[in-house]
Nanobody
Framework: QVQLVESGGGLVQAGGSLRLSCAAS????????MGWFRQATGKEREFVAA???????YYADSVKGRFTISRDNAKNTVYLQMNSLKPEDTAVYYC???????????????WGQGTQVTVSS
């Protein structure tokens, strides 16, 4: 069992940056693949980025080159650094943990409550 708590969301102007954090409980954090998803109002939840134990990362085309996912296994935390933010990045951002796989929503077993990111134009 893993509990996930996101933080770091907020209001930012277009072109700005935010860093989201996701703190995980449990002693086996390092064994999970971790991902970030987002859900804009009226839209489906979509994949943003994922990281395996510490090496492999994977990004949605819409954020590639602007967002960076990383993790600190000693702190049981995964991060999402978001640069060059656009109004279309506005959404609730969710952290998730997967036992196997990491590329699609169905791979993920545990979810946080989400944190709101709003990008103004």
């Amino acid at each position: 069992q893993v509990q996930l708590v996101e933080s770091g969301g907020g209001l930012v102007q277009a072109g700005g940056s935010l860093r989201l954090s996701c703190a995980a409980s449990g002693r086996t954090f390092s064994t999970y693949r971790m991902g970030w998803f987002r859900q804009a109002t009226g839209k489906e939840r979509e994949f943003v980025a994922a990281i395996r134990w510490s090496d492999m990362t994977y990004y949605a085309d819409s954020v590639k080159g602007r967002f960076t996912i990383s993790r600190d296994n000693a702190k049981n935390t995964v991060y999402l650094q978001m640069n060059s933010l656009k109004p279309e990045d506005t959404a609730v951002y969710y952290c998730a943990a997967a036992n196997r796989g990491m590329y699609v929503r169905a791979d993920y077993d545990y979810w946080g409550q989400g944190t709101q990111v709003t990008v103004s134009s």
